[in-house]
């Protein structure tokens, strides 16, 4: 089904094709947890990055520290995201016309044709439209027929993209043309036209769609001085320069950054961990391997009172009992293990 654009004295248009694209979505992540904060069956690890800072992690990883940030699976689910982010973009870009990959094509230039059987356009007029067809098809290699009518079609079609398009394929079955269907009621004491623009679906790649849209709505500019000719001259030469050439509709830029915030979250997530990790197996390599990870998982540390024999938290300093100091340097203080 090829674009229909049309328009009458009181304004409006209609009408593009469409083309949709569809995609699942999936995410993935290390399997790794890394945290700020102590979680269940975490392990507290400090380290020093390249600048010097101290930074402490709660992880599930109890080698954390001593292999780098940088696995197989990372790699694979990293190379995943950027894939099927790319497919989604492509998707969206086709959809919304957001880059178009202009060339020209091969019509048949016999295409080029005017028919004025409302007898809007003076002899000299015909010619320099004829010459302007010719320019448009040079450039695009799309060849487009006039056709001028009076309203008599309404007696027999519901609506003038019905008529433009039996016309467009009674000249000839290709979809490389375009045809520009023009009536106006000569009866009327008032200069009422109607139009319609239809093109096949082979236009699309000298005619993108925004191209498409900036010749309908600089013909309608046009027919304000009541002149097809004008009308026509100023419409095409405003796009001349747009045709057959690989285009980027600025204004619809904006439509894929939520595409670029939804994966900027799985990436910044997952190579904030592998950088944690790296500045990790660095600090544990320029130390001799010393380890890094810090209390054993899942296990509160009480101490004895040197005086009262009390258990309390290794994180009290005082007894609460009898009052007595605990310090970590007290030689009589005793450390036992308990595990809840």
């Known amino acids: 089904m090829g674009r229909h654009g049309g328009g009458s004295r009181s304004g ?12 699942s979505r999936r995410s993935g992540g290390s399997s790794s947890r890394i945290s700020k904060r102590p979680f269940s069956g975490s392990y507290s690890c400090t380290y020093y990055d390249r600048r010097g800072r101290m930074h402490t992690y709660y992880t599930n990883d109890s ?3 001593e292999k780098s940030g940088w696995n197989v699976g990372i790699v694979i689910i990293l190379l995943f995201l950027v894939f099927h982010m790319c497919g989604m973009l ?6 919304i016309d957001i880059i178009s990959f ?3 094509i091969n019509g048949n230039p016999e295409r080029i044709r005017i028919t004025d059987k409302a007898d809007v356009l003076t002899e000299k007029e015909e010619a320099d439209v004829k010459k302007l067809l010719k320019d448009v098809y040079d450039v695009s290699g799309m060849p487009v027929t006039v056709y001028t009518d009076d309203f008599s079609w309404k007696n027999k079609y519901y609506d003038l993209k019905v008529y433009s398009e039996e016309l467009y394929y009674s000249i000839g079955i290709e979809e490389d043309a375009m045809i520009i269907l023009f009536t106006a009621d000569n009866s009327s004491d008032f200069y009422d036209w109607e139009y319609d623009m239809y093109c096949g679906d082979d236009t699309i790649k000298c005619l993108s769609d925004p191209t ?8 309608q500019k046009g027919m304000s001085g009541q002149k097809l000719s004008e009308a026509l001259d100023y419409a095409w030469k405003s796009v001349m320069n747009d045709m057959a050439k690989i285009t980027i509709n600025f204004k619809a830029l904006p439509a894929i950054i939520p595409i670029f915030l939804f994966y900027s979250i799985f990436f910044v ?3 904030r961990d592998v950088k944690i990790k790296n500045d990790a197996y660095r600090y544990y390599k320029e130390n001799n391997g010393k380890t890094i990870t810090g209390a054993s998982q899942q296990t509160v540390y009480y101490r004895e009172c040197p005086n009262c024999g009390a258990s309390n938290s290794s994180q ?3 007894c609460p009992y009898c009052g007595s100091l605990l310090k970590v340097s007290d030689e009589n203080s005793k450390y036992i293990n308990s595990n809840f």
């Open 12 to 23: 409006g248009r209609s009408g593009g094709s469409g083309r949709s694209r569809g995609g």
């Open 63 to 65: 080698s954390f520290g």
């Open 90 to 95: 492509s998707g969206l870009v086709s959809d």
């Open 102 to 104: 202009g060339k020209k």
């Open 212 to 219: 498409f849209d900036k010749l309908l709505d600089n013909f």
């Open 269 to 271: 997530s997952i190579l």
């Open 316 to 318: 009290l300093e005082v």
